[in-house]
């Protein structure tokens, strides 16, 4: 069955990078994303990158996909204290009908 | 803003009763996906929608069942509904970009309490 897997907590001071991992199962036909939801709120999208791919880079985040070790991480540079909230990875399979398999989410804290 | 609405933002409701939740997609998704929060279970995909037919069915209870309309918003219904039932309930809605990839935008939740 499909897993996807985080770690827990992370916390960071402000202006450091954050690292988020991520484990997901593997699939000829993936795509992996990257969502944040602050306190109250919905999912934001924040990023997303094909199983082929190796990384991908949007302004502060940058996105490595390991696809030997079906590892994904999500690196925040600069980290702002507005950047607190959980961060989810979500896997969705194009043969399987797309729909999002979500990890656990890390708890991200921003130190000022 | 997803551009993703959904109503109410808040329920409260008792164990036995019937709830309906609404969701209405951005404008040109044909796509609608629902998902349920909750502390135990974490997000866990429920049903899917597109142009008004069922496509996939996740973990979602026989209690609960949903439906897209003409207008292509969705319901999802939750009956007989138990305490743990109370979650956070989200619908998203998607465009299909190329190569199969689509991106599910998603609303801000309708948070269920069933006393």
């Known amino acids: 069955g499909e897993d996807v897997e985080q770690s827990l907590f992370l916390s960071v001071r402000e202006g450091d990078s954050s690292v988020i991992n991520c484990t997901y199962t593997?699939?000829?036909?993936?795509?992996l994303y990257w969502y944040k939801q602050e306190p109250g709120a919905g999912l934001q999208l924040l990023t997303y990158?094909?199983?082929?791919?190796d990384m991908k880079q949007d302004q502060r985040l940058t996105v490595l996909l390991n696809k030997k070790d079906k590892h994904l991480s999500l690196r925040i540079a600069d980290t702002q204290t507005g950047d607190s909230a959980i961060y989810f990875c979500?896997?969705?399979?194009?043969?399987?009908?797309?729909?999002?398999?979500f990890g656990g989410g890390t708890r991200l804290m921003v130190k000022p | 803003d997803s551009g993703v609405t959904q109503t109410p933002k808040h329920l409260i409701t008792a164990t036995g009763q019937r709830v309906t939740l609404r969701c209405s997609p951005r404008?040109?998704?044909?796509?609608v996906y629902w998902y349920q929060q909750s502390l135990d279970q974490g997000l866990q995909f429920l049903i899917h929608?597109?142009?008004?037919?069922?496509?996939a069915k996740g973990n979602i209870l026989e209690r609960f069942s949903a439906q897209q309309f003409p207008d292509l918003h969705s319901e999802l219904n939750l009956s007989s509904l138990e305490l743990g039932d109370s979650a956070l309930y989200f619908c998203?809605?998607?465009?299909?970009?190329?190569?199969?990839?689509?991106?599910?935008?998603f609303g801000p939740g309708t948070r269920l309490l069933v006393l």
């Open positions: 979500a896997e969705s399979i194009v043969e399987a009908g797309n729909m999002l398999t």
């Open positions: 929608y597109y142009n008004g037919e069922e496509r």
């Open positions: 404008s040109g998704d044909l796509s």
């Open positions: 998203a809605s998607s465009v299909v970009k190329g190569a199969g990839q689509e991106t599910q935008y």
């Open positions: 593997d699939s000829s036909s993936t795509y």
């Open positions: 990158i094909f199983s082929n791919m």
